[in-house]
């Protein structure tokens, strides 16, 4: 177990090294605090003695161990736009985001489960052959487009009359056809105060509302992928000898759908689901820029936007952290629920 | 039990093979009416977008053309619409139609374009990696490894955001497509390598490829010659899919406003430039070029999963 | 009567370009602890026999006819609930393959105790302590440890043991063993066709063994079925069958077999293959392969070509040949009536 944890934490150092390099070569060639501190008015020579000061016309090797030094601590300098240290902001706009993205990956986990396992025991069954068709058409749908297409019918609604109104039957297909709206979609409401930065959506109805449709949005692209990978993965085990030799056994169906099967299929899930965390965080960008969820993502486009290096290496090298804990943690559950992992080793 | 013996092709006989395989194609063609469908709309979305420039009724670039007195016309089927304008106009007074038109030709072409370049990345770096193995392959599929853990939208959004810091705005719109091409294509070549490394794999330790080295042929023969062919179906299987990819991520950039400019719009720069508009009713601008996305990735997406049902090759997973 | 008794049977693959016939009219019995092997070449029918014992043919498969009784009961169109009592309890089976057939993400223990929790009413200490009894019967070393092993943790031939192990746990009636040995390393597998030999006569459990290889039958079991094509060929007494074989396909077998051979020729193998199910010959299955169509005087036995033959007792066999049935008939002249 030891030897495991250590052969991880050394891979999880390589990966925040090459993620450090990468950031810092942003920072130093892209931005230029002298710039951002004085303004076009000082004078060349008195720029030039400041960036002595600061140690800008060190090697290279020596300005990247201080910010890597710096790193460390956390500390990534000023941000331009909101002039506080990097660090605060990031962390100020992280629980937003991390609430998102628990709601979603929780409507995922709780979807895709069942869904996959249904589909995949009754293949030939008209609901999963529904569920297959909306998969593939949700595959196709930009998370974007999901949230406008949820904004327009849920936030401001839709109304549309092509039945005589006059009729009772024509009144009420006219309501099956048009939406209510008013669902919030701008922002995440009065979130309640937990501590520190934390304020959670979690804790009031209210709150809760206001997810709704991020969640939705941001689950509508992971979901049905994963719904076609359990139910592809869990095909093929359900194809193998020892879930025949379970069928053998006389033991029942339940069981070998939920303990032989499921516990196969999961393997192949867990890894492709550590994997799609990433993309998960990149989607947030996309997911909190339409709804205007006050998040990193939405922070993080601010920053490119207007162009606060100091607040995009930041953001850079914390997204990095959580992508390397999370695929560290993701690796460790593979580890303990496939056996074939020797503690020390790769899979056999 | 078809599909298994098209997948064991022998080296010797490649036009035999491909024959074989085209037959089979064909033949499941004909039975599957949703590809059928779907390579119809295809070849109908790649005709609209060769054919943008006859087929529609303004030419959005030529300021000249619009008139911004009529923006925010809706469709034809709405009340208040005017007829020149089918689809509508946008906000600024472009007409719909043929914006999509130039919209879904830029889309396209940004799509294979970057699918080509990553095919070609993705192509070299994966049969390097499987064929010579050791520090080449560890070091390459960990940079793959890494890439991927940080998903490839983000790294495009990354490498767009910092293209567009160090070109500056002007210029970053001025060359938006091959730029774009570029970001995308370095952002999704790992799954190719993946792909493409998995199946020299497989194949490396096959007997005909013990043999051409015994016959001593050198490594680049080998790999280019006798394994790339054998590669082909799963490389033809992911392409479909990463184009309906490459379309995406464009869109998502653009839609952060970080890919193609609104005087030169894409499919997802539309949707982008339609979104400010929709709380004030005007819905059509950023759905119905949404929507013709949707049909466009959907489509290829079909076509997709329909050639890996056929070709049924063991995709890396993950 | 008999423990098992097989009468008809006819299990068919529905395909979409028709009915594949996997088997046809297939009988046998088997008396309570008997040990029966079923012998062919791959793909003549033998393991979809052994699966459809306990309905447990995959999808496009389906029994088309014929029936099954298994201590006076119809397993045939029997519910699963009541075949599921059945499987793994009364009788129970063994699989080819030792590496694909445990669970891989399940200790031994578990998959040993499931199946007593399947059909009996136990805690799980006394399921542990019973399963702990049955690695011991398999002589595998340090049982005890082997329970919390996980399946990759065990070479092939223990992993072997283990199944048998689990096939023992609910002292079944019979075991039905396809290929046990097959996927093992050859000097293991006598080690465990002994055991399972060993196993049998010790309870009195009755064996289907199914097999390609005639040296097991004739050491393990006391009867014999031959299969080609689907069809039972030849069946008897084991010793009597490989003493005197009576149908051509079965005598090639014999023939096939390496010590038959003279040292230094090639092994006398029967020409051709057998042919595949959905595009079966007329008349008898095996004529396109067997040297007895023509009769030695020159002139052809056309039944071959346009009949399917039926059983002739020959001795305590019984073999499907019409040139069987032809030399029967001329040896006891007058004519007496052959059994069909």
Known sequence: MIAFLIKRLFHALLVMFVISIIAFSIQDNLGDPIQQMVGQSVPESEREALREELGLNDPFLVQYLRFARNAAQLDFGYSYIFNEPTTEVVLRHLPATLELVAATTLLIVLLSVPIGVYSAIKPRALLSRFFMGVSIVGISIPVFLTAIVLIQLFAIGVTWSPFPADTGWGSWLNGLLSTEGGMPAYGRGDPVHVFGTWYTNFASLDGLVYLVLPAISLASIMLPLFIRLIRAEMLEVLQSEYVKFARAKGIRLRRIYFLHALKNTMLPVITVGGVQIGTLVAYTILTETVFQWPGMGLMFLNAINRSDIPLIVTYLMIVGLIFVITNTLVDLIYGLVNPTVKLTGKPA | ?318 | MSLLEVNHLDVRFALRRGDVKALRDVSFSLDRGERLGIVGESGAGKSVAAFTLLNLIARPGYIAGGSIRFDGQELTGMSDRALRRIRGNRISMIFQDPMMTLNPVLSIGEQMVECLKAHRRIGRREARAIALRKLEQVHIPSPEARLDQYPHELSGGMRQRVIIAIALLLDPDIIIADEPTTALDVTIQAEIMDLLLELCEKHNVGLILITHDLGVVSQVTQRMLVMYAGRVIEQGPTRDIINDPQHPYTQGLMNALPQMATPGSRLNQIPGSMPSLDNLPSGCAFHPRCGFVTRPDGSERTACRTQVPGFVASGNCQAACHMVAEMLERERLPAEETTR
């Open chain 2, 1 to 318: 039990m078809s599909t298994e013996t098209s997948l064991q092709p022998t080296a010797a006989l490649p036009s035999r093979w491909a024959r074989f395989r085209d037959s089979y194609l064909l033949y499941s063609f004909r039975r599957d009416l949703i590809a059928q469908v779907s390579l119809a709309v295809f070849i109908a979305f790649v005709a609209c977008a060769v054919l943008a420039p006859w087929l529609a009724p303004m030419n959005p670039y030529d300021l000249a053309q619009i008139d911004i007195l009529a923006s925010e016309l809706p469709p034809f089927w709405i009340d208040g619409s005017d007829p020149a304008y089918l689809l509508g106009t946008d906000a600024q007074g472009r007409d719909l139609l043929s914006t999509i038109l130039y919209g879904a030709r830029v889309s396209l072409i940004i799509g294979f374009g970057a699918v080509a370049l990553q095919a070609l990345l993705g192509v070299v770096f994966g049969l390097l990696a499987g064929y010579l193995g050791g520090r080449i392959d560890a070091f390459l599929m960990r940079l793959a490894d890494i890439q991927l853990s940080f998903s490839t939208l983000m790294v495009a959004i990354v490498v767009g955001a910092l293209v567009k810091a160090i070109f500056g705005g002007a210029t970053f719109s001025a060359y938006a497509v091959p730029l774009l091409v570029l970001i995308i294509g370095l952002a999704e070549w790992p799954q190719y390598a993946r792909t493409v490394r998995a199946s020299v794999l497989a194949e490396k330790g096959k007997e005909y490829v013990d043999a051409a080295r015994t016959m001593g042929l050198p490594s680049r023969r080998i790999m280019f010659r006798h394994i790339l062919p054998n590669t082909l179906s799963p490389i033809f299987v992911i392409s479909t899919v990463q184009v309906a990819n490459a379309i995406i991520s464009e869109a998502a950039l653009s839609f952060l406003g970080l890919g193609m400019p609104e005087t030169h719009p894409s499919l997802g720069s539309l949707i982008k430039s339609g979104f400010d508009y929709i709380q004030s009713g005007s819905w059509w601008i950023t759905l119905i070029p949404g929507a013709v996305l949707v049909v466009l990735v959907l489509v290829i997406n079909l076509l997709g999963d329909w050639l890996r049902d056929v070709l049924n090759p063991r995709l890396y997973k993950g």
